[in-house]
């Protein structure tokens, strides 16, 4: 089981990360959130490392600023990328076959992308 300070750590580096590249690519975290259609509220929240940030969320993200998805996980231990993984697990275990198959071929969309 994944401890709530390593969980709590990661999500704030990932925060850390979003909002340098918001800042970078000169947007208020209001454009930002209207962009992706979260509430400013939520993004906020994920920039302080107060809410997880799913995947699809990191994918709109990452979209929106033209950065590589990698580049929101920056600076971040390798042990704690391979718990944030397995945080994914969760989600994943969850997930019908479809949902799957389509989570598959989204990633397979991101990686031709290379965005």
Same mark, same amino acid.
């Given at each position: 089981?994944?401890?709530?300070?390593?969980?709590? #750590?990661?999500? +704030?580096? =990932?925060?850390?990360?979003?909002?340098?590249?918001? $800042?970078?690519?000169?947007? /208020?975290?209001?454009?930002?959130?209207?962009?992706?259609?979260?509430?400013?509220?939520?993004?906020?929240?994920?920039?302080?490392?107060?809410?997880?940030?799913?995947?699809?969320?990191?994918?709109?993200?990452?979209? #929106?600023?033209? +950065?590589? =998805?990698?580049?929101?996980?920056?600076?971040?231990? $390798?042990?704690?990328?391979? /718990?944030?993984?397995?945080?994914?697990?969760?989600?994943?275990?969850?997930?019908?076959?479809?949902?799957?198959?389509?989570?598959?071929?989204?990633?397979?969309?991101?990686?031709?992308?290379?965005?």
């Amino acid at each position: 089981m994944i401890d709530d300070e390593k969980k709590n #750590e990661i999500f +704030i580096k =990932i925060g850390k990360n979003i909002r340098y590249y918001r $800042e970078r690519a000169k947007l /208020t975290q209001e454009k930002l959130a209207e962009k992706i259609c979260l509430s400013p509220k939520h993004l906020s929240r994920l920039e302080a490392g107060r809410h997880i940030p799913y995947f699809d969320t990191i994918i709109m993200i990452a979209k #929106e600023l033209d +950065i590589p =998805i990698d580049a929101l996980l920056e600076d971040i231990e $390798e042990n704690y990328i391979n /718990t944030f993984l397995s945080m994914m697990k969760a989600d994943l275990s969850s997930m019908s076959i479809n949902q799957l198959k389509m989570l598959k071929q989204c990633i397979e969309m991101i990686k031709a992308y290379n965005f």
